[in-house]
């Protein structure tokens, strides 16, 4: 298969691109945009910094953004040679574009993307896998690289490229008959600025309060280590952190009586500031903080939430 | 209606050691209905119940895929029958290969309604395979469904989405990835377990399989997540306000408060 | 589910025999009665066979070999034992006994497995024999009825919502069998002897294995290890080659741990960082422990293992020899499933599965090695020399385990350094720990 250095990212009537954009960018040829959705999209896209925005056109008859998944794949098949690389949202509707797209092509979707470099005229991937527990530097030969990364923001480079639009005929397998906003009851640990985390070391579910206290002090969600979710139901599910819960990234990562396994540092090796709290000195979670105290939680936690309370 | 669920048997990455050059070590885990998969297995028995339907399990994968306990735990969940792909030219296969053998299989089948499937696998955790295998299709592919109920002429789908909770009439084949809490899944109890013994298996080999080639990604090196590289300041917690006043000053100094 | 030997007028059954528990004892008590043409069902609570087992252990494999001709070459085995090795410690030295020789290995002696690879195994042979394996299911009661004699009578079991009705139940449930207890068979009061197991398995390249133990191939090294290896308390140490592996431990006697005022973990702790091991253990990696409390009662715990419809085999029967420095069991389970199974199968056949119909268990257990052993055992056990009658299980056990439950993680260290810190770092596993280790002190 002839592959040129084009890149495209495809858009799921989702204005927030930036993660888009910069991995396509990193790729150093002219990057394209299939935009499925409603014109405003279209139009905030071209001014995301790509250099063209095919438009599926406006939705008709509540057909959802999904089934023109394979309208997409057709229209970067039919588009000259076959692109270098073709980058998406890990997003319900992004993971259908994604889908369509690699089936298409018959290669493989890449996501837990950590990086994309051209090199030579390849793309080097490296990414994450199985849930983050390895790392793997690969390439895809013989089709174009399918990337999936995340969405990122909404950006406005200033100017606006050129808005076509290509006819396009979705499935007619479903419609939308409603939409309803929902009541904000879900926990969004990946937007919070702090997490205080617990595990293991605390010794009843009464104690938590502790811990909501110093998370309340500290202006930080609480979350906490896999056992205290699905061994014992103390946490939310929602709240655990971990190869198979939430990858976060906060400004400050509070671990309170957690060991610092693999499986559960995963999920923080993103996060900028690292604290432990553990009574073990030779817990594995000092090997990987930027900050740690060893000392008894019961002790260390309250008189953190003081020195925090008491210095704000 | 004709209800397939396309599962997964897969080991759980939580009981997987890894080495420092990212091989990943698999001895100490075994293979189970992938996590999320019993809540499809669950959404399409009642599906199929109050549509008079059949429930088809489906599953690909390595030799290791098609055990007599790896039928049981399926056919245990709420399945009318079992058609399984166990190959070990499979073992290492990427979802995009598992995808279009996937297709393949539920072409075979044939008269398909629709494909059901968990919304991620506990070992690869990415939520792409049914989204790809309904590429393969050519079908309708939609993940986060939060619920699926029957209606006049089909089916009422519910999504999960971040602009709100949508639904939808679907009335044409499709792949729909389930979430977690769409339904509670049954708990399989002895009487389950025996009535899966009785339950029909179809081993369809590979290669009576029309599955297109599938470019496959180059492996150039592997690495263990890095971790470990941060500034490793400890303070002993003897006195635990001394401690508690020390890291609040340089959590400060570091911009992290 | 036929039923092979229904008969008119009898109650209907699902299974003529109902095993709960897939470890050595039920899937080879599982395995010969599906080969004397019983239907048979074989219960288990984990996921999979082996799912509930840590580690492994040494497996005197003269009785398998009855059941399984050269099982040795086809079961997933760790090493065969050719060297036996008994190491004295001193503080800063240690002397060994070597014993070595292929004879040792064939025909096979002592094979070295781990349970998550070698029950299953067992299993997959149970069930090709036609056994109905049924993992992730927990048994939570026993069926009875009064039978025509007016004695009460075992006639299946129930799990959640749903009964099995079976002519035998055979518990094979393990050290603190449930079933055993819920029917009478074993004791609640407290035996006079009790041990705590830690046992940690530490992952080395075979090569550096192979080397440093002096085998080649599929030989192993089993070490018995006296003198400062326990801190002056009763009991001992083993260090064993797997494949990839080496399996670590100690057991110490209950009453002497409790009046030294250490825990488990310390001794493990002094134990695994020896000068005398460092050579063995170096760069070693711990990769899964686990500690268990063993009771044993010896022969006195060895009371009656069969009543109406029911027999208990392996240490769901107490049938464990601590020797003090290792405590077995596989043998003494195989051969007790062995024995059960025949007599299962003959009172099965004779049409009267009393109490009475199979007292042959007993008969063939008291002529087998398993109690022949147990008596030997029994006369001049070392390990149990004194004795000791202890009031709080409860505080003893929360004492020897302190530290244990409350922290968390995989450990992922050097042993030489910090072997006792990992140990007490629990996975997951150590909720089961707690339970099981609070099972076995009610079971007392």
Not at chain 3, 186 to 204: D, F, I, Q, S, Y
Not at chain 3, 207 to 219: A, K, L, Q
Not at chain 3, 308 to 323: C, D, F, H, P, Y
């Given at each position: ?11 799921a ?20 945009a ?70 298409r ?6 996501a ?29 030969v ?18 606006a ?59 930080a969600?609480l979350?906490?280590?896999?056992p ?22 906060p400004?400050?990562?509070v ?8 499986q559960?540092?995963?999920?923080v090796?993103?996060?900028k ?9 030779a817990?594995?979670?000092f ?6 105290i ?10 953190l ?8 | ?7 997964k048997?897969?080991?759980n ?25 019993p809540?499809?297995?669950?959404a399409?028995?009642?599906l199929?119940d ?15 895929v ?35 053998v ?29 989204m ?12 986060a469904?939060?619920?699926?109920t029957?209606s006049?002429?089909?089916?009422v ?31 399989p ?12 298996v ?13 470019v ?12 470990g ?17 020390e ?11 | 589910?036929t039923?092979?030997?229904q008969?008119?007028?009898e109650?209907?059954?699902d ?22 043409g019983?239907?048979v ?13 840590l580690?492994g ?24 034992i ?27 002696n ?8 070698f029950?299953?195994?067992?299993a ?12 992730g299911?927990?048994?939570?009661s ?9 004695a009460?009578?075992?006639?299946g ?10 002519r ?5 449930d ?16 407290p ?8 046992k940690a ?32 308390i ?12 080496l ?11 409790v ?30 422990y ?19 419809g029911?027999?208990?085999?392996g ?15 596989m043998?003494?389970a ?10 299962v ?14 007292a ?9 090695f ?8 029994a ?17 003893l056990?929360?004492?020897?385990f ?11 260290k050097?042993l030489t ?14 909720r089961?720990l ?11």
């Amino acid at each position: 298969m002839n592959v040129s250095t084009q890149t495209w990212i495809v858009v799921a009537d989702d204005p927030a691109v930036s993660g888009l954009v910069t991995t396509a960018r990193g790729l150093g040829g002219a990057v394209s945009a299939v935009v499925v959705g409603r014109k405003s999209v279209a139009d905030s896209v071209a001014r995301a910094g790509v250099d063209e925005v095919l438009w599926l056109g406006e939705p008709g008859d509540g057909a959802p953004v999904e089934a023109y998944a394979g309208e997409v794949a057709r229209v970067l098949a039919e588009a000259g040679a076959a692109p270098l690389a073709v980058v998406g949202a890990t997003t319900p509707a992004g993971r259908a574009l994604l889908g369509a797209v690699a089936a298409r092509f018959q290669v493989p979707v890449l996501a837990g993307l950590r990086g994309a470099t051209l090199e030579g005229d390849a793309v080097v991937v490296e990414r994450s896998v199985l849930g983050g527990i390895a790392e793997r530097r690969v390439q895809v030969v013989g089709g174009p690289s399918v990337l999936a990364v995340a969405a990122g923001g909404v950006t406005d480079e200033g100017t606006a490229a050129a808005v076509r639009e290509v006819p396009a005929q979705p499935l007619g397998a479903a419609r939308v008959t409603d939409v309803r906003v929902k009541e904000q009851t879900g926990v969004d640990l990946g937007a919070a600025r702090a997490v205080v985390a617990v595990g293991r070391g605390l010794k009843a579910q009464a104690d938590l309060d502790l811990i909501t206290d110093l998370a309340a002090a500290a202006g930080a969600e609480l979350a906490c280590s896999r056992p205290l979710a699905e061994g014992v139901d103390w946490v939310a599910k929602e709240r655990y952190i971990g190869i198979s819960g939430q990858h976060i990234a906060p400004e400050l990562y509070v671990a309170v009586g957690i060991s610092g396994q693999l499986q559960h540092m995963v999920g923080v090796r993103d996060a900028k500031v690292v604290v432990a709290i553990n009574s073990d000195k030779a817990a594995p979670v000092f090997a990987q903080c930027d900050y740690g105290i060893v000392g008894d939680l019961y002790e260390v936690v309250p008189a953190l939430a003081a020195a925090l309370r008491a210095g704000s | 209606m004709k209800i397939v669920v396309a599962y997964k048997w897969a080991p759980n990455p939580q009981d997987a050691e890894v080495a420092p050059d990212g091989s990943v070590d698999w001895s100490r885990a075994k293979g189970a209905v992938s996590e999320y998969d019993p809540v499809a297995f669950e959404a399409a028995r009642q599906l199929a119940d109050a549509t008079g339907g059949e429930v088809v399990g489906l599953t690909v994968g390595a030799a290791s895929v098609d055990s007599p306990l790896a039928r049981k735990a399926a056919l245990s969940r709420g399945l009318d029958r079992l058609v399984v792909v166990a190959d070990d030219r499979l073992a290492d296969a990427d979802g995009t290969r598992l995808a279009a053998v996937l297709a393949a299989a539920v072409r075979s089948i044939g008269d398909v309604d629709l494909v059901l499937a968990g919304d991620s696998s506990v070992d690869v955790a990415e939520g792409q395979v049914p989204m790809t295998l309904a590429g393969q299709l050519g079908w309708l592919g939609m993940a986060a469904v939060s619920g699926v109920t029957p209606s006049a002429d089909g089916v009422v789908v519910e999504r999960d989405l971040p602009g709100g909770i949508t639904t939808l009439a679907l009335t044409g084949p499709a792949v729909l990835a389930v979430t977690t809490d769409a339904v509670v899944p049954r708990v399989p109890g002895m009487k389950d377990i025996l009535g899966a013994a009785k339950k029909p298996v179809e081993v369809v080999p590979l290669d009576a399989l029309e599955v297109p080639d599938v470019v496959a990604a180059t492996t150039l090196s592997g690495s263990r997540p890095e971790t470990g590289n941060r500034r490793g300041v400890i303070i002993d917690g003897a006195d635990a306000s001394s401690a508690a006043a020390e890291l609040v000053a340089a959590l400060r100094t570091a911009r992290a408060l | 589910m036929t039923a092979s030997t229904q008969d008119a007028g009898e109650p209907e059954v699902d299974f003529d025999v109902v095993v709960v528990g897939s470890g050595p004892a039920g899937s080879v008590a599982a395995y010969r009665l599906a080969q004397a043409g019983l239907s048979v069902v074989l219960i288990e609570r984990g996921e999979a066979p082996g799912s509930k087992n840590l580690s492994g252990g040494v497996l005197y494999g003269r009785v398998l070999d009855e059941v399984f001709p050269g099982f040795a070459d086809e079961a997933p085995v760790e090493r065969r034992i050719t060297r036996h090795v008994t190491t004295f410690l001193t503080p800063d030295s240690s002397v060994g006994i070597d014993y070595a020789g292929r004879a040792l290995a064939e025909p096979v002696n002592a094979v070295t497995v781990l349970r998550a690879r070698f029950d299953p195994w067992l299993a997959g042979k149970a069930e090709e024999a036609g056994v109905f394996l049924m993992p992730g299911v927990r048994v939570d009661s026993l069926l009875t009825e009064t039978g025509p004699d007016g004695a009460t009578r075992v006639v299946g079991v129930q799990a959640g919502d749903d009964q099995l009705r079976a002519r035998v139940v055979v518990a094979a449930d393990g050290v603190n069998s449930f079933l055993a207890r819920s029917i009478g068979l074993r004791r609640k009061e407290p035996t006079n002897h009790m041990a705590v197991g830690v046992k940690a398995v530490v992952k080395l390249p075979r090569g550096v294995i192979e080397d440093r133990f002096g085998v080649t191939g599929d030989e192993g090294a089993a070490h018995a290890i006296v003198g400062d290896c326990t801190l002056g308390i009763g009991g001992g140490g083993f260090l064993y080659t797997n494949t990839e592996s080496l399996s670590l431990g100690v057991v110490l006697r209950l009453d002497d741990l409790v009046r030294s005022g250490r825990t488990a973990i310390e001794v493990f702790e002094h134990y695994s960082q020896h000068p005398g091991l460092a050579h063995y253990l170096r760069d070693g990696e711990i990769v899964e422990y686990g500690s268990h409390l063993v009771a044993e009662g010896g022969l006195a715990m060895v009371g009656e293992v069969a009543t109406g419809g029911l027999v208990v085999v392996g240490e769901a029967a107490g049938l464990t020899i601590n020797s003090g420095l290792t405590v077995r069991g596989m043998d003494l389970a195989i051969g007790s499933a062995i024995a059960a199974s025949d007599a299962v199968a003959e009172a099965v056949a004779a049409g009267d599965v009393s109490a009475a119909g199979l007292a042959g268990y007993r008969r063939r257990l008291d002529a087998s090695f398993v109690m022949q052993d147990m008596r030997t055992y029994a006369k001049a056990p070392a390990f149990l020399e004194r004795t000791g009658m202890y009031g709080a299980y409860g505080e003893l056990a929360a004492s020897i385990f302190e530290g244990v439950f409350t922290l968390d993680g995989t450990p992922r260290k050097h042993l030489t350094k910090v072997a006792w810190e990992a140990f007490r770092r629990s996975p997951v596993r150590a909720r089961q720990l707690v339970s099981d280790g609070w099972a076995g002190v009610k079971a007392l």
